[in-house]
Structures are given as C-alpha cells and as structure tokens.
C-alpha cells in the first residue's frame, strides 16, 4: 500500500526502514523522504512508524 505518493514509499518501505535500523519517524523521513513534499501522508506515515516499531 502506498502511504506516500508524492515519494512512491509503501508501508512496505517504511517497515524495512525500521528493520534496517530507522527508530523514529523522524529517521524514517529522513531516510526515504516520506512526508516531505505535501505533508498529508504524515499521519498514516507516522502510524506505520509506530506499528511497526512495537513490533520489533
Ligand atoms: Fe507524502 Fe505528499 S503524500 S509528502
């Protein structure tokens, strides 16, 4: 599913972001530039964020 399109980034993206040693959204944006144009994924990024690391 794609969380962000104006980056093409997938919940997929993010969880391997994390995996790979991302632990905040703040990493993870930074990493793969999700949320960095028009801001609306930001929510649902962050929530794949948060899962993902009470996952882990
Ligand atoms: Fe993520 Fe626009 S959809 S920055």
Redesign the pocket.
């Known amino acids: 599913m794609y969380?962000?399109?104006?980056?093409g980034?997938t919940d997929g993206h993010i969880r391997d972001a994390i995996y790979e040693g991302c632990c905040s959204y703040r990493e993870v944006r930074e990493t793969l530039g999700?949320?960095?144009?028009?801001?609306?994924?930001?929510c649902v990024?962050k929530q794949v964020v948060r899962e993902t690391i009470n996952e882990v």
């Open positions: 969380v962000c399109l104006c980056q980034v999700v949320g960095t144009q028009c801001g609306k994924c930001a990024a």
